[in-house]
């Protein structure tokens, strides 16, 4: 259980669910319990609810039993490893598959004869209608058992479910045969019906469980993506193995090649490539060293490295993701929720439209033989199973895709925001530039040499902590002994370097020609001018820069053929702005905004009809992530930036912008059509199957297929 705000969330893992209608009545047995909010999905068969902090959870389980299914918290204290109950939950489905699997065979071979004697008159040899109950009744009460187990659960709660439509239909259809047989009527027998529609209703939910399975292996990996065990070093310096549930804030342990890094932390003693693939899905390794920040369930490769522990556990970067992962998973589109609607009042309604055929039907041709088939099809084919799974299908694949390609996505709101953007808005610094300010070039007066000058500059630098300054140690490291370092606000350093007067300062008006000259072209190319005196004679200019990404320009490039206007935001000047975003082709670029005047801008371009997305990654973007219609944060920004956004890029590159919108705008056409299809099945199917022109066995393996299609449409995210 998570509180935040006098709320809690806590998630339940739902037993029993097989349709939109159930999800309907447990979200609306939850909603009965006061001040608690719930969503539940079909797809992972689990409740999110906001509940009051101080609430007994044991009041939410006991509702959803009481609406005729099983519930168990899921417990959020994730141990270090990052597994929670997926695990659990993994297994339990493996198991309803397998459980699935002899019902499905042993109904598959014995329908096989049964409809073949139906349909092939030659082989109508006398008594071959009490073989066929011989045949049938094991494939309709034991292979159909969990269908009707499922109905009398419901039924025994006054509630009614898909099950409910399963049960009804092929139990009418045996039960009749039955009667028939026994009376010595004569009618019609149709115990090829109820057998054939209940195989094809056990190979379309064995199919729908694998393929969930499937579905669900992208979050799965992300939330495993840990070490399970960790060499912590002691005080002493020996190393023990222990499990990293053990783990604390503050400890230090050994990674050696090959393994998983076992928590968040910074780098004490090493240096290592390693590899973030699981994390970010950028296959090439990043080399850190002494002082760079690491992260659970990254891989070590080519060194060895001692680390500091900073988060463990479930405050892992890893732990977070894969939780905001899932509960993106659990949430719903504004369709979706209609849909749910829609499917609480369908089945009675259906169950009043079977009677009613099959009172119409008796009436006009005054045979009630001639009445079930119609009746029990439209029984068969409106189960509502496709509805409840186009949703939660698309985003468990979508939002599994989306983490593997380094894409974080919050929730369906997130989506369908998403599939309206028209602007993109994207903060400059550390954004679109790297946010690292370098040395771009250098111009010496005659006579001095480039590499001198910048061996005494990077010096007298040495102690600064202007990020000018910083940029300029960086550029050419120096051992020169340094006295009488003096920074002076608004100016630069001065320093004794090797016993020569060092001044580092921004350039002024009082330079030779050549430096003059050089310090004009710089500023006009965006980049700022430090002038590098030595005994009191100006030597040099530096041009310092913040460079753009490698990918800035494909970036807006990808933008703009999204059919959405890139626009640039930067505090800087305005003339640094827009020289910076001149090679990024034509662009709107505004310079001198303040953090609440990119707020501002941004609520000015909804004013003007514009859906607008914000791309950043630090504290002062947060305003502005947060007053965007869509709000994309950089996953190497700040913390304050990730959590106001609704997207999160994991890795640094502008350029998986437009790859996010696009899965995005493809998860939401892929539910839209997901819905569109099951609505239009249903639609299309009913009036046949009450006008007598469906056979029920078609009617089975039509519904069956609905849901199988459903959840394949949605696998093609798989391939995005």
């Known amino acids: 259980m998570t509180a935040v705000d006098g709320l809690a969330r806590v998630d339940l ?106 349909m092939i008159e030659p082989l109508h040899f006398p008594g071959w209608e009490w073989v066929s109950l011989v045949l049938a009744t094991p494939v309709v009460l034991w292979g159909g058992w969990p269908f009707h187990r499922s109905a009398a659960v419901n039924l025994r ?36 019906v109820a057998a054939v529609v209940t195989t094809f209703l056990l ?25 399970r065990e960790v060499s912590l070093l002691d005080e002493s310096g020996s190393e023990r193995r222990i499990p990293v549930a053990l783990l604390s804030a503050g400890d230090r342990f050994v990674v050696r090649p090959g393994e998983r890094i076992a ?62 992962v899932e509960q993106a998973q659990l949430g719903k589109t504004r369709a979706q929720r209609s849909a749910d609607r829609v499917s609480s009042v369908f089945v009675p309604i259906v169950i009043g439209l079977a009677a009613l055929t099959f009172v119409i039907w008796w009436l006009v041709t005054g045979d009630a033989a001639s009445a079930v088939s119609p009746a029990v099809a439209v029984l068969i084919v409106a189960c509502p199973c496709a509805l409840g799974l186009a949703t939660p299908t698309a985003l468990l694949v979508g939002t599994g895709r989306a983490a593997q390609r380094g894409i974080l996505i919050s929730g369906p ?64 490291p120096s051992e020169a002994v340094v006295a009488g370092f003096r920074a002076v606000a608004g100016f630069g350093v001065t320093a004794i370097v090797d016993g020569r007067e060092v001044v580092v300062a921004r350039a002024g008006d009082d330079l030779p020609v050549v430096l003059a000259e050089a310090v004009a072209r710089i500023r006009a190319d965006g980049a700022t001018a430090v002038a590098v005196s030595v005994d009191g004679a100006p030597v040099a200019v530096l041009a310092v820069s913040d460079p753009l990404r490698p990918d800035a320009v494909d970036a807006i490039a990808r ?75 950089l996953g190497s920004g700040s913390d304050i930036a990730i959590e106001a956004g609704d997207l999160t890029l ?55 297929f609905s849901s199988v299609f459903v959840v394949l449409n949605s696998l093609r995210l798989r391939r995005f």
């Open 13 to 118: 893992a739902i037993e029993g669910m097989t349709c939109a209608s159930c999800v309907a009545r447990v979200e609306k047995r939850l909603g009965r319990v006061d001040g608690v909010t719930a969503t539940v999905n079909l797809a992972t068969e689990r409740a999110s609810a906001l509940v009051p902090a101080d609430l007994d959870v044991a009041a939410l389980v006991a509702e959803v039993e009481k609406a005729g299914y099983g519930a168990r918290v899921l417990h959020d204290d994730r141990d270090a490893s990052g597994d929670s109950d997926s695990g659990g939950e993994q297994a339990g489905e493996a198991r309803d598959g397998r459980r699935l699997v002899p019902r499905m065979l042993v109904s598959a071979a014995l329908s096989v004869p049964i409809i073949l004697i139906a």
């Open 157 to 192: 709660h006054g509630a009614t479910s898909m099950d409910t439509l399963v049960s009804l239909g092929t139990l009418a259809a045996y039960t009749w045969s039955l009667v028939v047989l026994l009376l010595g009527a004569g009618g019609h027998v149709y115990f090829e």
């Open 203 to 227: 190979l379309g939910r064995y199919a729908e469980a694998r393929s969930r399975r499937r579905a669900g292996e992208a979050l799965r990996g992300l939330a495993q993506a840990s070490a």
């Open 263 to 324: 928590a968040d932390g910074e780098v004490v003693e090493g240096e290592a490539a390693v590899d973030a693939s699981a994390m970010t899905g950028e296959s090439v390794p990043v080399e850190v060293a002494v002082g760079d920040d690491v992260t659970a369930g990254t891989v070590a490769a080519g060194g060895m490295l001692v680390v500091r522990a900073e988060r463990v556990g479930a405050d892992t970067r890893v732990a977070r993701l894969a939780a905001l």
């Open 413 to 476: 709101e997130a989506l369908e925001r998403a599939g309206r953007i028209d602007t993109v808005v994207f903060d400059k610094t550390g954004t679109l530039t790297t946010g690292r300010m370098t040395v771009a070039r250098s111009v010496v007066v005659p006579g001095e040499s480039v590499d001198d000058v910048l061996r005494l500059a990077a010096a007298a630098e040495r102690g600064s902590e202007h990020p000018l300054g910083r940029a300029i140690a960086e550029a050419a």
């Open 559 to 633: 933008v703009r053929a999204l059919g959405a206007e890139p626009v640039v935001l930067s505090g800087d000047h305005e003339a640094t702005v827009r020289a910076t975003v001149a090679g990024l082709g034509e662009v709107r670029a505004l310079g001198g905004v303040a953090p609440e005047g990119k707020a501002a801008e941004i609520a000015r371009l909804q004013a003007d009809g514009r859906t607008v997305a914000m791309v950043g990654d630090g504290v002062n973007d947060a305003a502005a992530l947060a007053t965007a219609d869509l709000g994309i944060a």
């Open 650 to 704: 994991l890795r640094p590159e502008p350029s998986l912008v437009a790859d996010a919108l696009r899965l995005s705008r493809r998860m939401l056409a892929v539910i839209r059509g997901n819905l569109f299809w099951a609505f239009a099945y249903n639609v299309a199917a009913l009036p046949i199957a009450a006008l007598g022109l469906l056979d029920p066995m078609i009617a089975g393996a039509a519904m069956a």
